[in-house]
């Protein structure tokens, strides 16, 4: 640009005062761009070498904790991760992903993890447990798990003041920390410190579900006295999925207790239980793979009249009944992991981590009972709403279909429809297709 500039102004500038200013240009462009190269050399050498640093977990100590967490798992496939590729469409996908970001944990695979359910699509927790190995900061305590780099690392901070100490009298804010990288919908309500042979899974002594619905037209009293059948130790092959390939041919569980009870003031519009909110409680200390769905989808045929009280004892009774009828389950959504319960363990968050955690929980609420008030107020407005051409009260409910079942005229009862194969017949079929692929 400068070149031509003076090249449109050579009549006043001779000739050798040009060629001396194109020289001395060139040579200023080429050192620009050798200065440019050198300098995104080394750019990419030093981005290079922040790439190849990764966290030093040898600094550091080993720790066997719990975590208790609650999380709403309407968006979620499950618990469980299923694969490398999850990133976060399972709650632990979610969890590992968060652990990793904040160096607690090196892998999966080396962290001895173990999670107390395997919650399905959609279910939620307000009490789930997992167990794992994670870095701490103590030196000593109740699941640390001691490393002699990590002593000799401590020493060479004690010796050389430039380097960035550990602290060892104060353990990590595992709560904190990991709220701050989890999404809005999972939590960790706080950590305990457990013994190395401690498994959120097989330590647990006792697991409680809750089952939330509206009472609409349901016989409430009919449910709970078919549902105390349930209690004590039976096999529950008829209220689950038998799961032959990941090799459960045990079905025997042992309830501890099933309760129904109204969460709702009956005063407060429900007539005829169209708004009366319910939940159905069960106690036990392991669980079969969907069981509680299915227990809740008989409850409901007998709250409706379609099955008398006696099929839950009926189904229990494996030699009466040895063959599953087909019926559908239960709606995952109102399903709750409540809580796990363990001996000797004691649960503990730093200070002001608790209220944090429930102003998130509260918050999340509110936006939720907004909604649901919103939508009670359309309701409303029809139920009171006189049609034209109907000159009595509005006819809205008594014309609704409950949200428990088909409608009655079409129930087909559980002992004359289509049978699954017994579960002697799926184990010679499992081991059959086995050999096959062997």
Same mark, same amino acid.
């Given at each position: 640009?400068?070149?031509?500039?003076?090249?449109?102004?050579?009549?006043?500038?001779?000739?050798?005062?040009?060629?001396?200013?194109?020289?001395?240009?060139?040579?200023?462009?080429?050192?620009? $761009?050798?200065?440019?190269?050198?300098?995104?050399?080394?750019?990419?050498?030093? %981005?290079?070498?922040?790439?190849?640093?990764?966290?030093?977990?040898?600094?550091?100590?080993?720790?066997? $904790?719990?975590?208790?967490?609650?999380?709403?798992?309407?968006?979620?496939?499950?618990?469980?991760?299923?694969?490398?590729?999850?990133?976060?469409?399972?709650?632990?996908?979610?969890?590992?992903?968060?652990?990793?970001?904040?160096?607690? +944990?090196?892998?999966?695979?080396?962290?001895?993890?173990?999670?107390?359910?395997?919650?399905?699509?959609?279910?939620?927790?307000?009490?789930?447990?997992?167990?794992?190995?994670?870095?701490?900061?103590?030196?000593?305590?109740?699941?640390?798990?001691?490393?002699?780099?990590?002593?000799?690392? %401590?020493?060479?901070?004690? /010796?050389?003041?430039?380097?960035?100490?550990?602290?060892?009298?104060?353990?990590?804010?595992?709560?904190?920390?990991?709220?701050?990288?989890?999404?809005?919908?999972?939590?960790?309500?706080?950590?305990?410190? +457990?013994?190395?042979?401690?498994?959120?899974?097989?330590?647990?002594?006792?697991?409680?579900?809750?089952?939330?619905?509206?009472?609409?037209?349901?016989?409430?009293?009919?449910?709970?006295?078919?549902?105390?059948?349930?209690?004590?130790?039976?096999?529950?092959?008829?209220?689950?999925?038998?799961?032959?390939?990941?090799?459960?041919?045990?079905?025997?569980?042992? $309830?501890?207790?099933?309760?129904?009870?109204?969460?709702?003031?009956?005063?407060?519009?429900?007539?005829?239980?169209?708004?009366?909110?319910?939940?159905?409680?069960?106690?036990?200390?392991?669980?079969?793979?969907?069981?509680?769905?299915?227990?809740?989808?008989?409850?409901?045929? +007998?709250?409706?009249?379609?099955?008398?009280?006696?099929?839950?004892?009926?189904?229990?009774?494996?030699?009466?009944?040895?063959?599953?009828?087909?019926?559908?389950?239960?709606?995952?959504?109102?399903?709750?992991?409540?809580?796990? /319960?363990?001996?000797?363990?004691?649960? %503990?968050? /730093?200070?002001?981590?608790?209220?944090?955690?429930?102003?998130?929980?509260?918050?999340?609420?509110?936006?939720?009972?907004?909604?649901?008030? +919103?939508?009670?107020?359309?309701?409303?407005?029809?139920?009171?709403?006189?049609?034209?051409?109907?000159?009595?009260?509005?006819?809205?409910?008594?014309?609704?279909?409950?949200?428990?079942?088909?409608?009655?005229?079409?129930?087909?009862?559980?002992?004359?429809?289509?049978? %699954?194969?017994?579960?002697?017949?799926?184990?010679?079929?499992?081991?059959?297709?086995?050999?096959?692929?062997?």
């Amino acid at each position: 640009c400068l070149l031509l500039a003076l090249a449109t102004c050579s009549d006043f500038v001779p000739m050798r005062t040009l060629l001396r200013i194109n020289l001395a240009a060139r040579h200023n462009f080429f050192g620009f $761009i050798r200065s440019m190269a050198s300098s995104s050399s080394s750019l990419a050498s030093n %981005q290079q070498g922040k790439r190849k640093r990764e966290f030093d977990f040898s600094r550091y100590h080993e720790r066997h $904790i719990a975590l208790r967490i609650a999380y709403f798992g309407l968006r979620y496939h499950g618990f469980a991760a299923q694969g490398p590729e999850d990133v976060d469409s399972t709650v632990e996908a979610c969890i590992f992903q968060a652990l990793k970001k904040a160096c607690l +944990v090196e892998s999966r695979e080396t962290s001895s993890y173990h999670r107390c359910g395997r919650t399905d699509k959609g279910v939620s927790a307000a009490g789930q447990v997992v167990s794992l190995k994670v870095r701490c900061h103590m030196n000593s305590g109740l699941g640390v798990i001691p490393k002699q780099s990590a002593y000799d690392y %401590q020493i060479a901070c004690a /010796e050389d003041d430039k380097r960035r100490k550990v602290p060892v009298d104060k353990e990590i804010d595992y709560v904190n920390i990991l709220n701050g990288l989890l999404p809005r919908d999972i939590r960790v309500l706080a950590w305990a410190p +457990v013994a190395p042979d401690f498994s959120a899974r097989f330590s647990c002594i006792r697991r409680t579900y809750k089952y939330y619905f509206i009472r609409e037209n349901l016989d409430v009293q009919a449910m709970q006295a078919a549902a105390n059948a349930f209690v004590g130790s039976h096999d529950f092959r008829n209220y689950c999925k038998m799961d032959i390939a990941g090799g459960i041919t045990n079905y025997n569980r042992t $309830i501890i207790s099933v309760s129904i009870s109204s969460l709702s003031d009956k005063n407060d519009g429900n007539k005829d239980g169209r708004y009366e909110m319910c939940v159905c409680t069960v106690v036990g200390q392991a669980f079969l793979w969907h069981q509680i769905r299915n227990m809740m989808a008989i409850l409901f045929m +007998v709250g409706h009249g379609q099955e008398k009280q006696e099929i839950v004892s009926e189904l229990l009774d494996v030699e009466k009944t040895p063959r599953k009828p087909q019926y559908d389950m239960a709606s995952e959504l109102p399903l709750v992991l409540y809580n796990c /319960e363990y001996k000797d363990i004691t649960w %503990q968050d /730093e200070i002001g981590a608790h209220s944090r955690v429930f102003d998130s929980i509260h918050n999340f609420w509110k936006e939720m009972a907004i909604k649901a008030v +919103v939508l009670r107020g359309m309701l409303d407005i029809l139920d009171n709403t006189v049609l034209e051409g109907r000159g009595g009260e509005s006819d809205t409910w008594a014309n609704l279909e409950s949200t428990h079942k088909m409608p009655k005229r079409n129930h087909m009862p559980l002992n004359k429809r289509q049978k %699954q194969k017994t579960l002697e017949e799926k184990i010679e079929d499992h081991a059959r297709k086995k050999l096959k692929a062997e």
